[in-house]
Every structure is written in C-alpha cells, then in structure tokens.
C-alpha cells in the first residue's frame, strides 16, 4: 500500500534495453512527476511500448521477457497499474473476476480502517491504520463499487452478463474494461499503451475525462493526435531530431501533438540546413589539405642572376603551405568530430494505395445480413471512390469490410465486388511461422516476380535493418506496416483498411492519409480515428453505421 497521499514520480535514469537482435533503448532519462500527462512519441519501433514495459517491470509483475538485457534504473510508485495494448486477463476468468480483483485491495483499505478505529492506542495498529487511511483516500475507495458500476456503464459494458468468460469478449470490449479498472483504482501511477484503440468517441471521451482529473502520474503511448492534443501535458520523443524534440538536445516537448508536429517540422529543416552547411565547409577545408606551391605563387623560372633569390623565396613558399596545410587539417578534424549526423531519409509511403483504371459501379450491396453483427439495406461504391465507414464499436465496420473482401459470409442479401482484386488490411494480420524474416514473408505472399518488381524496401515502409529481422521480433505497428506493404504491392482495384492508423507511428499515419487523398484507386476505410475523420472530404463519401 501506498505510504502517503501525494505519490511519487517516475524516474528513469540512463536506461537502456536490448534483446538477442538488437537494441531497442539507449540511455533514456525522463521524469514524470504527479499530475503529469506524458505521451511517448516515435516511429514504430523506436520503444515505446519497451519502455512502458521497462518501467512496469520495476513493479512486482514482470514485463520485459526474460531474454531481455537491461541497464539503468527506474523509480515508480508502488502503486502503479499498467494496461498494455493486449489487456492480460486469463480467458478462463469472468468479467466478475476482474472486476473483484480491482475491488479488492480498495475494500481490504476500507475493512482494515473500520476494523481498526477503536485500537488507536496501540501504536503498531495507529500505524496500520494511518497506511489504510492513506491509502483510501487517496484512492476514494468508499466510492469504489459504485465507481466501477458507473464506468463500465459509460463505456458501454453494463449490458453485458458479469459471469461472462473474457475469451468470449472481443478486443474492443476486452480495452474498455480494462480501462473501467483502472478508472475503479485511480492508482497512483497509470502506464497506457494505444489505450484508445477499439475506443468510439463516448469511450475515448470518458478516459480523457478520467486522465485530466487523475492526480497520479500518467505516462502512455499513443497513436491519437485529437486525445493528444486533448490530453498530454507534454511529449517524450524517442526519436528525436539530431537537436532533440525541444531544439537545444531535450527530448521532452511541452504541449499536444498539433504544437509539437510544427516544432518538429521546423527542427528537421534547422537540421538539414545545418548538416548541408557542415558538409559544404568539411568540403571546403578537405580542398585545403590538398594545397599545392602553386597556390601561393606561380612557379616561374628564375633568370640566371636571380637563382639565389628564387630560392630564398621558394622555401618561404614552402614554409606557408605546410602552416596552412596543418592549419586546414586541424579545422578539417574539428568540423569532422562536431558535425552533426546526417538527417535520415523519413519512412513515406512510395506506393499508390490501390490500381486504377476502372469504371462504373465497384460495389453493389442489397438487403445485407450479417447475423448479430451487421444489417445494411444498400451500399453503391463507384470507381475511384474513398468511402469512410464510420460508427460505434460493434456496429459492424469490420463485419462489413469482411463481407466485402469474401472472409465473411453473409446470413442474406447480395452483394458484388466488380474488382480484379480485392485486399483487406485487417487489425489483426496474421503471418503465419512468426520466426521467418521479414523480405521472406513479403516475398513468399506476393510471389517472387513481384517481389523483384515491387521490391519491399522501394516501398518505405519497413526500415531496410528490419528487412532481415523474424517477423516476430516486430512491434505490432512494424507489422502493420508490413502487412499494409503487402496490400498495396499487389495493385488491388479495391482496398478495405480496417482502422488502418492504428499502431503506425503518427508521422505515417499523416503520409497514409495524404496517399488516401491522392489515390485514383477505389478504396474503403472504417476508422474512429477524429483526426481523419475531421479532414475527410464531403459527407456524401461517408457511411455510419
């Protein structure tokens, strides 16, 4: 039990992380103190979710796999909850166990303070009873069990039966109750990663509700620039430019993500300058190394009587291209060791999303059926349309996009798909032997002939160092990537991106959306993300379910 009120900060000193194939941490300082709302921000695989999992390991539950090498340290409150993108409930448990293991420690607070009330004079049992006290104040757990009703109410899980097993949950339903956990607990530290996936906008709202009343320290990654921009207090960039997110080598920005992308704009363009008028002056004084005699004075013959002379002044000559030789090789290794590292070519999507071409109606869909699922009178997509499907969790955007790509078959009704090709970008992709390398697994998908046509690297979206890499030892945004790669590489006459933004790093995800724009190919998406929702064009491209 927490000892005191107020909790503590998180403090990460020199932390560094690495596995068999690689590091994924070097030297990471941070401090997040109460009251803070700090989000992690960087491409995928720069270590978000590793260094969530690095600072809930300093609790008592195991994170980091055993494989993982660590140095550095971490201070956290003892007190801290951790929800990671896939919540760790067993399946065989109910939603009634969960929600009793979170009650638990806040009722246990709440007997040992009533049972102790009238033993005040023993000093041992005051001091368990001051813990207790603390510790049920800060927590409010008089107003626990109530509190638990009414979040599971407000993220839309109070219809559901409470001896309902989780594995029967979808993985909406399984982040929304852990989310009514930790909204239960209100612990002293909160880690969060992609806590707004599977999240409609009445959920998101609630856990942005909750975080900015929360008093403890909140730390999470996110791939949500509304609900950063809403809710973060300042962001933590993993992947700074060479003058840090902040300008002056700080890797801490103080704002949401709107103020931090110009920010960041602007420091990739101080760094490109920088680097382009380093290289010009190492240049420059390379080219002085290489001084010759002639450089001084021209090499005129001397005349008979002017022999001694010509000498004389040949050897001054001399003397001065050897000072100014030294003199450029001295600045040459001082601009050599101060120069900043070369700006790295940012992942784009070099790909069009989808072939083009086509005509007429692509999509035809009546009286659609979908058994507890989905139910859809009509639906017509044209060639060359980008609808988006919008709508709560459960809805049917998934359900929908399944039909439509043939992996889900309907109850009734019709529907027809006039495409060459039809690929779907799930929210779960599926590879299969998660130990084969990555260029293996694209090329054994698409075929060798397109593979050596589409190479994968030519596409931008997996790092040429992961190419090599077994899927399996790819973050979960690397595997999105890869699986939109694969989609996209084929040349489909119609794309269905289910939630396609979630998990990708923030910068791709702007790429993915101007591709989306440009593209003449016919393409669906479903997505809860407000950010695209906000700037997608005309409500006549738009279906709600």
């Keep these: ?20 194939n690689g590091s994924v941490l070097t030297g990471i300082d941070l401090t997040v103190s109460p009251g803070e709302r700090i989000a992690l921000v960087g491409e995928n695989g720069a270590g978000k979710s590793t260094l969530l999992r690095a600072i809930a390991d300093s609790s008592s539950s195991p994170a980091l796999p055993r494989t993982a090498q660590r140095s550095g340290t971490v201070e956290a409150p003892e007190d801290l909850v951790w929800l990671p993108q896939e919540p760790p409930f067993r399946d065989a448990a109910s939603i009634e166990d969960v929600l009793a293991t979170t009650l638990r420690p806040l009722r246990e607070a709440v007997a040992t303070v009533e049972t102790l009330a009238d033993r005040l004079d023993d000093p041992e049992v005051a001091e368990t009873y001051a813990r207790a006290l603390d510790f049920a104040v800060a927590h409010d757990a008089w107003d626990a069990d109530r509190r638990a009703i009414l ?52 959920a998101v709202s609630v856990l942005g509700e909750f975080l900015r009343e929360l008093p403890g320290v909140v730390l999470m990654a996110s791939h949500d620039r509304v609900f950063l921009d809403e809710v973060a207090t300042g962001l933590f960039d993993l992947d700074p430019t060479a ?70 002044k040949g050897s001054n000559v001399e003397r001065t291209v050897a000072r100014r030789k030294k003199d450029a090789n001295r600045r040459l290794e001082e601009a050599e060791e101060t120069q900043v590292r070369k700006p790295p070519a940012p992942l784009r999507l070099n790909a069009a999303l989808s072939a083009a071409g086509a005509s007429g109606r692509m ?114 945004g690397q595997r999105r990537r890869l699986d939109l790669a694969i989609a996209i590489a084929t040349g489909p006459d ?46 006549e491209h738009r279906l709600e379910l």
């Design 1 to 20: 039990m927490s000892s005191s009120v107020i909790s503590g900060p998180i403090v990460v000193r020199d932390l560094s992380v690495s596995f068999r």
């Design 151 to 202: 979040a599971a109410e407000r993220l839309g899980l109070s219809g559901l039966d409470r001896d309902r097993p989780i594995s029967t949950l979808s993985g909406g339903q399984r982040t929304r109750l852990a989310l009514a956990t930790a909204i239960t607990r209100r612990p002293d530290a909160l880690l969060l990663d992609e806590p707004t996936n599977h999240l409609d906008d009445e």
């Design 243 to 312: 003058f840090g997110t902040d300008g002056t080598g700080g890797r801490l920005f103080g704002g949401g993500w709107t103020a931090y992308e110009e920010a960041r704009k602007a420091a990739r363009e101080r760094w490109e300058q920088t680097y382009a008028e380093q290289q010009d002056e190492i240049k420059r004084l390379r080219s002085a190394t290489r001084i010759g005699n002639d450089a001084i004075a021209y090499n005129r013959g001397p005349t008979d009587n002017d022999k001694f002379i010509y000498k004389f």
């Design 363 to 476: 999509v035809v869909v009546r009286d659609l059926v979908v058994e507890s699922r989905v139910r859809l009178p009509i639906l017509d997509i044209m060639a060359g349309e980008h609808l988006l499907v919008t709508g709560p969790n459960g809805s049917g955007k998934s359900t929908l996009l399944g039909v439509l790509s043939g992996r889900v078959k309907p109850t009734s009704g019709e529907v027809q798909v006039s495409a060459r090709r039809v690929e779907e970008l799930t929210q779960d992709p599926q590879f299969g032997d998660l130990r084969r390398k990555v260029d293996d697994v694209y090329r054994e998908t698409v075929g060798e002939v397109l593979a050596i046509q589409v190479p994968l690297r030519d596409l931008g979206l997996v790092h040429p160092r992961d190419l090599n890499r077994p899927v399996g030892a790819l973050s979960v």
């Design 494 to 539: 119609v794309l269905l991106l289910d939630e396609p933004t979630n998990h990708i790093s923030l910068n791709l995800a702007g790429e993915l959306e101007e591709a989306i724009g440009v593209t003449p190919g016919t393409i669906v998406v479903a997505s809860h993300d407000r950010w695209l929702r906000r700037r997608w064009s005309g409500p």
